[in-house]
């Protein structure tokens, strides 16, 4: 929240009294003056979720015609306004009235199983597995353990009644769900014209596939059928469930893996999805930019739509941010779920949700004009292993191929496996819905604070102080078209912020102490939660993080030459770098560039948009560090040096522009621009800011291939992680910090991209899954360390 407490629209954004006076075992008190309130709070709120101008102009031309309410509603706050009546019974039984009173269109099943039954490649794969039985009625029988996930279907009595136990659970368990109000007329407009509505969302926690459905419940929006990726376990929890319409997985498969070796169940899922969308009925699925797990439902969609089987599909990113996420159980029983009801009664709330529902636009011209990836998709090794080994300077042009989003079973058609070319063009597609999904998430307090203390106050920091920089990182938020999820003065933020962190914090405060001292807590478990929240910051600035990690990067090459402050007076023979330097040194724009763009090939999907190029990115993040005030272009006189890396392996190259072996016709010496970087007192500490954003991802990398000589392969693949992330935590142990290098989504994204860097090799074997195994390019210690020095260049040192 942005706005002040007289906006009419957003009275429900109101901090209540138990926020602003959370529970704590300490108290402070902030002397105001302090404090210094920037002028955007209160009068200035981003336009969030609007489509893509370059994807899909014409989607976006609608949008600019029609104007939409900006405003909020707390999801929780039900009273007797919203219903027909009134009294002070009303009042006492609101929430069942209000619950009553929504609309729910039926949806009949409509002959399901036999048109999935006469699906092509139903057919197909069921003949395949039934070759003993044969027969017609054989391959019935091969379907009858899907019968419940083919009837799945919405009841509306049953409905309301999870309706009303989903807002009393969740009044019991967050203090506020806030809405965001100004893309849903639009989602009336569309649902009233019959559009098709896909809804994609990020996967956070199992919360997330119950928010979107009682969201649009609450607004007489009709409800999607929503993909579950969890095991249920008790028989009577899942007929609950896909009688309102949550396809499950089979009972027989723990994890989404499992299902999707299943060819059967596989089929029948992608049929499934067709009729759905044929029957008119929207669908609610969420991506995994970890694994990967969901966009084989998204990419069946598409394909859908490309055949012109579906006229078209409507999609709504969706994005949901926590002030504390739930912890998701992969496996969830009855048992389970009313021990997790009976302990919400009891303890506290864990802060708020915020929900943005994005601008809605069409998936069919999204298709058509195919303007989602401007880059040739390569393997990562082709486009950066030659120059980690040093046989070749600058990055092959394209962009690193992710072709593990989508299983490598998948096939879209039903009687062909898809060209590598259509695999590119549904994994573009599938990076973008991520992309536009995380872009549309709201920036809570939690967020704001976690990434202060882990990236900016490691050593910890007075609470005046954390206030201060809350201020100054909620504009930086704001300007960068960002929304926040929070309102309220900034000590009552900071102080809700802090309460709800407090259990992974350390606490210092005295009667006779001015201000608390705030740190982190020195353990894994509270490093990750931090590390968890932090990361849609992260993905705030990531054009400014890999712009610092560039010019680190070439700073870290200066110290290691021998150059220190002296270089631009040509006193540099036998000095060594002591203390701090300077940074008295001018910076070659083509260099920058080149670093920036061989660290994009390096980070994990979700944090560049598929529909601009790796080159255009990596500009755009050197420029953004001008914004920032870090560099300076500088105008450098004809006889001062300029610092270049450019056309030399390793070392220093240094040339005047009087050089008489150059010339105005050469077009591999155009004149490039040149930066220095700037020395007011906060640029050292805003550089240091930036790279530690990106530190957590690169040093788990860089560790897991120091380890990599530890490893006794070939290994089954879930081993061979487990093993990874066992060095890691071994290695963080050791050196006693960075904790959050040890998390299991960095132990997978590190195997991920050793894997496409061909580091390590894959082999997939019967009954074993895939098999990995070093390459024996890299069991020679010079390429892996060569490896390793290419990574840690971009760690701030």
Same mark, same amino acid.
């Given at each position: 929240?942005?706005?002040? !407490?007289?906006?009419?629209? !957003?009275?429900?954004?109101?901090?209540?009294?138990?926020?602003?006076?959370?529970?704590?075992?300490?108290?402070?008190?902030?002397?105001?003056?302090?404090?210094?309130?920037?002028?955007?709070?209160?009068?200035?709120?981003?336009?969030?979720?609007?489509?893509?101008?370059?994807?899909?102009?014409?989607?976006?031309?609608?949008?600019?015609?029609?104007?939409?309410?900006?405003?909020?509603?707390?999801?929780?706050? &039900?009273?007797?306004?919203?219903?027909?009546?009134?009294?002070?019974?009303?009042?006492?039984?609101?929430?069942?009235?209000?619950?009553?009173?929504?609309?729910?269109?039926?949806?009949?099943?409509?002959?399901?199983?036999?048109?999935?039954?006469? !699906?092509?490649?139903?057919?197909?794969?069921?003949?395949?597995?039934?070759?003993?039985?044969?027969?017609?009625?054989?391959?019935?029988?091969?379907?009858?353990?899907?019968?419940?996930?083919?009837?799945?279907? @919405?009841?509306?009595?049953?409905?309301?009644?999870?309706?009303?136990?989903?807002?009393?659970?969740?009044?019991?368990?967050?203090?506020?769900?806030?809405?965001?109000?100004?893309?849903?007329?639009?989602?009336?407009?569309?649902?009233?014209?019959?559009?098709?509505?896909? $809804?994609?969302?990020?996967?956070?926690?199992?919360?997330?596939?119950?928010?979107?459905?009682?969201?649009?419940?609450? #607004?007489?929006?009709?409800?999607?059928?929503? @993909?579950?990726?969890?095991?249920?376990?008790?028989?009577?929890?899942? +007929?609950?469930?896909?009688?309102?319409?949550?396809?499950?997985?089979?009972?027989?498969?723990?994890?989404?893996?499992?299902?999707?070796?299943?060819?059967?169940?596989?089929?029948?899922?992608?049929?499934?999805?067709?009729?759905?969308?044929?029957?008119?009925?929207?669908?609610?699925?969420?991506?995994?930019?970890?694994?990967?797990?969901?966009?084989?439902?998204?990419?069946?969609?598409?394909?859908?739509?490309?055949?012109?089987?579906?006229?078209?599909? +409507?999609?709504?990113?969706?994005?949901?941010?926590?002030?504390?996420?739930?912890?998701? *159980?992969?496996?969830?029983?009855?048992?389970?779920?009313?021990?997790?009801?009976? *302990?919400?009664?009891?303890?506290?709330?864990?802060?708020? &949700?915020?929900?943005?529902?994005?601008?809605?636009?069409?998936?069919?011209?999204?298709?058509?004009?195919?303007?989602?990836?401007?880059?040739?998709?390569?393997?990562?090794?082709?486009?950066?292993?030659?120059?980690?080994?040093?046989?070749?300077?600058?990055?092959?042009?394209?962009?690193?191929?992710?072709?593990? %989003?989508?299983?490598?079973? $998948?096939?879209?058609?039903?009687?062909?496996?898809?060209?590598?070319?259509?695999?590119?063009?549904?994994?573009?597609?599938? %990076?973008?819905?991520?992309?536009?999904?995380?872009?549309?998430?709201?920036?809570?307090?939690?967020?704001?604070?976690?990434?202060?203390?882990?990236?900016? #106050?490691?050593?910890? =920091?007075? =609470?005046?102080?954390?206030?201060?920089?809350?201020?100054?990182?909620?504009?930086?938020?704001?300007?960068?078209?960002?929304?926040?999820?929070?309102?309220?003065?900034?000590?009552?933020?900071?102080? $809700?912020?802090?309460?709800?962190?407090?259990?992974?914090?350390?606490?210092?405060?005295?009667?006779?102490?001015?201000?608390?001292?705030?740190?982190?807590?020195?353990?894994? /478990?509270?490093?990750?939660?931090?590390?968890?929240?932090?990361?849609?910051?992260?993905?705030?600035?990531?054009?400014?993080?890999?712009?610092?990690?560039?010019?680190? /990067?070439?700073?870290?090459?200066?110290?290691?030459?021998?150059?220190?402050?002296?270089?631009? *007076?040509?006193?540099?023979?036998?000095?060594? =770098?002591?203390?701090?330097?300077?940074?008295?040194?001018?910076?070659?724009?083509?260099?920058?560039?080149?670093?920036?763009?061989?660290?994009? #090939?390096?980070?994990?999907?979700?944090?560049?948009?598929?529909?601009?190029?790796?080159? *255009?990115?990596?500009?755009?993040?050197?420029?953004?560090?001008?914004?920032?005030?870090?560099?300076?272009?500088?105008?450098?006189?004809?006889?001062?040096?300029?610092?270049? +890396?450019?056309?030399?392996?390793?070392?220093?190259?240094?040339?005047?522009?009087?050089?008489?072996?150059?010339?105005?016709?050469?077009?591999?010496?155009?004149?490039?621009?040149?930066?220095?970087?700037?020395?007011?007192?906060?640029?050292?500490?805003?550089?240091?800011?930036?790279?530690?954003?990106?530190?957590?991802?690169?040093?788990?990398?860089?560790?897991?291939?120091?380890?990599?000589?530890?490893?006794?392969?070939?290994?089954?693949?879930?081993?061979?992680?487990?093993?990874?992330?066992?060095?890691?935590?071994?290695?963080?142990?050791?050196?006693?910090?960075? $904790?959050?290098?040890?998390?299991?989504?960095?132990?997978?994204?590190?195997?991920?991209?050793?894997?496409?860097?061909?580091?390590?090799?894959?082999?997939?074997?019967?009954?074993?899954?895939?098999?990995?195994?070093?390459?024996?390019?890299?069991?020679?210690?010079?390429?892996?360390?060569?490896?390793?020095?290419?990574?840690?260049?971009?760690?701030?040192?």
């Amino acid at each position: 929240m942005v706005q002040g !407490n007289s906006d009419g629209l !957003n009275k429900d954004m109101v901090l209540p009294p138990t926020q602003q006076r959370p529970a704590l075992s300490w108290r402070f008190k902030i002397k105001k003056k302090l404090i210094t309130v920037p002028p955007c709070l209160g009068r200035f709120r981003p336009n969030v979720g609007e489509c893509c101008q370059q994807c899909t102009p014409d989607s976006l031309r609608k949008k600019l015609r029609q104007n939409s309410v900006l405003g909020f509603l707390n999801l929780l706050s &039900v009273n007797e306004t919203q219903t027909r009546y009134r009294g002070w019974l009303v009042r006492r039984v609101c929430c069942l009235l209000f619950v009553m009173g929504r609309r729910v269109p039926t949806s009949p099943v409509r002959n399901r199983l036999e048109k999935i039954f006469q !699906n092509t490649r139903v057919q197909k794969t069921l003949a395949a597995e039934q070759k003993e039985e044969g027969g017609v009625q054989g391959q019935r029988n091969s379907l009858s353990s899907f019968l419940p996930l083919i009837h799945t279907r @919405v009841i509306p009595a049953l409905l309301r009644f999870v309706g009303w136990a989903l807002l009393k659970m969740f009044s019991s368990t967050f203090d506020n769900i806030q809405v965001n109000l100004s893309h849903l007329a639009a989602l009336h407009r569309a649902s009233k014209e019959g559009s098709l509505l896909l $809804y994609v969302h990020v996967r956070q926690s199992f919360v997330d596939s119950a928010l979107i459905p009682l969201v649009l419940f609450c #607004h007489n929006l009709k409800l999607p059928y929503v @993909v579950c990726p969890l095991q249920i376990k008790s028989y009577c929890l899942r +007929t609950v469930l896909q009688k309102v319409g949550v396809i499950l997985l089979p009972p027989s498969a723990l994890t989404e893996q499992d299902a999707e070796k299943d060819r059967v169940y596989s089929a029948v899922m992608k049929a499934l999805l067709g009729e759905l969308l044929h029957e008119g009925q929207p669908i609610s699925v969420g991506l995994s930019p970890e694994s990967g797990q969901g966009g084989q439902w998204l990419a069946s969609v598409t394909h859908l739509v490309r055949e012109s089987s579906v006229t078209d599909v +409507t999609v709504v990113p969706v994005g949901i941010s926590y002030d504390c996420v739930p912890k998701t *159980s992969k496996q969830v029983g009855l048992g389970s779920v009313l021990l997790w009801l009976c *302990s919400s009664l009891w303890r506290k709330s864990r802060g708020s &949700v915020r929900i943005h529902f994005a601008q809605p636009f069409s998936l069919k011209e999204m298709c058509t004009l195919e303007r989602w990836t401007v880059d040739k998709w390569r393997p990562l090794q082709d486009v950066l292993l030659p120059v980690v080994l040093k046989k070749r300077i600058d990055s092959g042009f394209g962009r690193r191929r992710m072709s593990w %989003l989508l299983p490598s079973s $998948y096939y879209p058609s039903e009687l062909q496996e898809p060209t590598q070319l259509e695999r590119d063009r549904l994994v573009a597609i599938i %990076l973008h819905l991520i992309f536009s999904a995380t872009s549309c998430t709201a920036v809570m307090s939690t967020s704001l604070v976690s990434s202060l203390l882990l990236y900016r #106050h490691r050593k910890g =920091v007075s =609470v005046s102080v954390l206030c201060r920089d809350v201020v100054w990182l909620t504009e930086e938020v704001l300007f960068r078209n960002k929304d926040v999820g929070f309102g309220g003065s900034v000590t009552h933020v900071v102080h $809700y912020a802090l309460s709800l962190l407090a259990p992974h914090l350390l606490i210092a405060a005295a009667p006779t102490w001015k201000d608390p001292f705030i740190a982190c807590h020195p353990s894994l /478990a509270a490093t990750l939660h931090l590390s968890n929240q932090a990361n849609i910051i992260t993905h705030t600035f990531i054009l400014e993080a890999v712009g610092a990690c560039a010019v680190s /990067a070439m700073l870290c090459e200066v110290v290691a030459s021998g150059v220190s402050s002296s270089v631009k *007076s040509g006193g540099v023979d036998g000095e060594k =770098v002591k203390g701090d330097m300077d940074f008295d040194v001018v910076l070659c724009q083509s260099e920058l560039i080149e670093r920036a763009l061989q660290l994009c #090939h390096l980070l994990p999907p979700g944090f560049l948009p598929p529909c601009q190029s790796s080159q *255009s990115f990596a500009l755009d993040a050197v420029e953004s560090l001008v914004r920032c005030g870090i560099l300076v272009m500088e105008e450098i006189a004809r006889n001062v040096p300029i610092c270049d +890396t450019w056309n030399k392996d390793g070392m220093l190259k240094w040339s005047t522009s009087d050089d008489p072996y150059q010339s105005d016709s050469d077009c591999d010496e155009q004149e490039q621009h040149s930066y220095k970087i700037s020395q007011p007192s906060r640029c050292p500490e805003m550089l240091l800011f930036l790279c530690n954003m990106l530190a957590a991802h690169l040093r788990a990398l860089c560790w897991t291939t120091a380890g990599l000589e530890l490893s006794h392969t070939p290994l089954p693949r879930a081993e061979f992680v487990a093993q990874v992330l066992s060095h890691l935590c071994d290695t963080a142990n050791k050196k006693q910090q960075h $904790y959050e290098s040890c998390s299991e989504e960095a132990a997978h994204s590190a195997v991920r991209t050793l894997i496409d860097l061909g580091v390590l090799l894959e082999e997939a074997r019967e009954g074993d899954g895939a098999m990995l195994e070093v390459s024996p390019l890299f069991h020679q210690s010079e390429n892996r360390l060569k490896l390793t020095r290419f990574i840690s260049q971009y760690l701030y040192n």
